[in-house]
């Protein structure tokens, strides 16, 4: 089974960068390279919610909140998508989490992200 594994969290200023990533635990490169990968962030008292996803570069997607702001990237020999959050605001706190795009891989610890001055 694939297990999740983010990193690259912590306490930043507004106006802030954090990069975070996600390794992909599985000796299968074509599950891991056939797969859209997303993130996903959740609040305190909030629903998890979409933030980025892509299968490859012409394939990106943002959420409208985090336009400009985010970059998902991935590296599929290290099985690994990554998130540049650039321009950070509070609202932007959150636990952050990979998955795929369908949500079918069991979800990791997720790194949190607190903006706060």
């Known amino acids: 089974q694939v297990q999740l594994v983010e990193s690259g969290g912590g306490l930043v200023q507004p106006g802030g960068s954090l990069r975070l990533s996600c390794a992909a635990s599985t000796s299968a490169f074509s599950v891991y390279a056939m797969n859209a990968m997303g993130w996903y962030r959740q609040a305190p008292g909030k629903q998890r919610e979409v933030v980025a996803g892509m299968l490859n570069d012409a394939t990106r997607n943002y959420a409208d909140s985090v336009k400009g702001r985010f970059t998902i990237s991935r590296d599929n020999a290290k099985k690994t998508v990554y998130l540049q959050m650039n321009n950070l605001t509070p609202e932007d706190t959150a636990v952050y989490y990979c998955?795929?795009?369908?949500?079918?891989?069991?979800w990791g610890q997720g790194p949190p992200v607190t903006v706060s001055s």
């Open positions: 998955n795929t795009v369908n949500r079918s891989w069991p």
